[in-house]
């Protein structure tokens, strides 16, 4: 039932961005064992401007190499293909809405996804991940939902706004009432399935307000929504509401955070969200 | 200038240009030194964000340079803050919720001292 809900409102949605070029050619080249780093970095190179925002980020204090990368290939080299194909993952939504020119869509709020970002990849370090710019780009991309539904269906969004306004409640609350049991983060899940993202970052954004829901994901869910709420409590950017989702329980256990480490964990956080700041200069 | 959501205005900054409401009426003019009253009912109108001047102050993150700051600024930069904080959280009965927010008022407090 819920997921015709999610089918309909995404069906109402006139001229959303389809799959960017680069990352449907990407997904092929990296699904196959034989490709090589010389093909993947030909492939970006022909995308220039997603070869030099990639370039950007390998570049800045966010890896911190001592010495300049000039090249896609040997970016390749030194941070691998997992590394550089969340990079061009991250760089090709980005710009397909970064520059959708709606309210919801400011620097304020991307600065949010980056602190999310940064909170997701501090925790995965503590928790002993390995693929840490995977919960980086899940926590960049979790609230993609939101510029959806501003951008999209801008009716709708008016309502979501003024019932977050009058009652002060989480966007994701009043989404639930006005697009009746439908979310952001439902609209980002299945637009992210159905441009046949990975699984974990498919279902982590879809559950990241619900993680208990997220199955054989829970645990890397449990630490995005941990990482939202840890954004929100470092006050950087805005999100779109003016309160904290509590942390579910589950989430605690999962994760094994202990309150006693946030005094450690926050300024952590913050300090990887000033190195990850490279990424605001993306939208 | 800065544009500035509800929840990061505070009392003394000023708006840069006039605020509209979803119907285009003008609901304050510009360089009006904003109060609790003014962002209280500017925020029961609907409105969600703002224009503002003096805005480099009112968040940890923008304080590139704290030292320029006198003791009272230090002191009444803390107190928003925490007020901020008590916001974020208000209605939170969680123990550990609880816990994250005086974690975070001690974490931006350490910044700005």
């Given amino acids: 039932m819920r997921q015709h809900g999610i089918k309909q409102v995404l069906a109402t949605i006139e001229g959303l961005p389809t799959l960017p070029d680069t990352l449907a050619r990407m997904n092929v080249l990296v699904s196959d064992p034989d490709t090589t780093a010389r093909q993947v970095g030909q492939l970006i190179a022909s995308d220039p401007p997603i070869a030099a925002k990639t370039l950007k980020v390998v570049n800045s204090p966010f890896y911190g190499f001592p010495t300049r990368i000039t090249t896609i290939t040997h970016a390749i080299v030194i941070l691998g293909f997992s590394t550089v194909r969340s990079l061009v993952l991250s760089s090709s939504i980005l710009q397909a809405f970064g520059d959708k020119s709606c309210r919801m869509c400011t620097k304020s709020f991307w600065k949010h996804c980056v602190a999310t970002g940064a909170a997701a990849k501090v925790l995965a370090q503590t928790l002993r991940y390995l693929a840490l710019e995977e919960f980086f780009i899940a926590g960049l991309l979790h609230d993609v939902g939101k510029i959806v539904i501003c951008g999209y269906l801008e009716e709708e969004f008016r309502e979501i706004e003024r019932l977050v306004n009058e009652k002060n409640i989480l966007m994701y609350d009043a989404e639930e009432e006005i697009l009746h049991g439908v979310t952001h983060a439902d609209i980002a899940g299945a637009l992210f399935e159905q441009w046949n993202l990975p699984k974990g970052l498919v279902k982590s954004v879809t559950y990241h307000h619900t993680p208990s829901l997220a199955g054989d994901e829970r645990r890397i869910t449990s630490i995005l929504h941990m990482a939202d709420v840890l954004a929100r409590a470092l006050m950087r950017g805005n999100p779109g509401d003016r309160r904290i989702p509590t942390v579910d329980p589950q989430a605690w256990d999962d994760t094994g955070i202990n309150p006693r480490e946030l005094d450690h964990l926050l300024p952590a956080i913050d300090e990887e969200a000033e190195k990850a700041s490279v990424f605001l200069e993306m939208v | ?113």
Avoid at chain 2, 18 to 38: C, F, H, S, Y
Avoid at chain 2, 53 to 77: I, V
């Fill in chain 2, 1 to 113: 200038m800065l544009t500035r959501s509800m929840e990061e205005l505070s009392e003394g900054m000023v708006t840069k240009e006039p605020v509209l409401d979803a119907t285009g009426n003008v609901v304050l003019r510009e360089g009006i030194r904003l109060t609790k009253k003014i962002i209280t009912a500017l925020r029961h109108r609907g409105i969600t964000s703002i224009s503002v001047d003096g805005a480099e102050r009112q968040s940890t993150h923008e304080h590139d340079d704290l030292s320029g700051l006198t003791e009272a600024e230090r002191n009444r930069t803390c107190r928003q803050i925490e007020e901020r904080i008590d916001r974020i959280f208000t209605g939170q009965k969680d123990g550990r919720m609880l816990e994250l927010a005086e974690a975070a008022k001690r974490y931006h407090k350490s910044k700005i001292r």
